[in-house]
Nanobody
């Protein structure tokens, strides 16, 4: 199973930007589809975006045009650039393979969008 470590979260004002990073290990990273997910209090975890081994991308409708997922296979790292952040983007953000491997959830990184 993949082991992941997410970082880059924080407190940001509405309209601001953050860049999340996720370093993955224990897998042949370049061959895996990787995804970013998020979970807000009282809600189920949801898919934000995923990126294929050939760097094709898919986004949830709520973030399309504002978020960009990318990967660096040499660093076993997947990124999530988040622009034009809104209060409703507040959540714990996680990375995992896509489809997600349940035992592989990491600690996540908290993103709070508030003035």
């Amino acid at each position: 199973q993949v082991q992941v470590v997410e970082s880059g979260g924080g407190l940001v004002q509405p309209g601001g930007s953050l860049r999340l990073s996720c370093v993955a290990s224990r897998i042949a990273f370049r061959g895996y589809v990787m995804g970013w997910y998020r979970q807000s209090p009282g809600k189920q975890r949801e898919l934000v975006a995923f990126i294929t081994s050939s760097s094709s991308t898919v986004y949830a409708g709520s973030v399309k045009g504002r978020f960009t997922i990318s990967r660096d296979n040499a660093k076993n790292t997947v990124y999530l650039q988040m622009n034009s952040l809104k209060p409703e983007d507040t959540a714990v953000y996680y990375c995992n393979t896509y489809p997600a491997d349940p035992p592989s959830w990491g600690q996540g990184t908290q993103v709070t969008v508030s003035s």
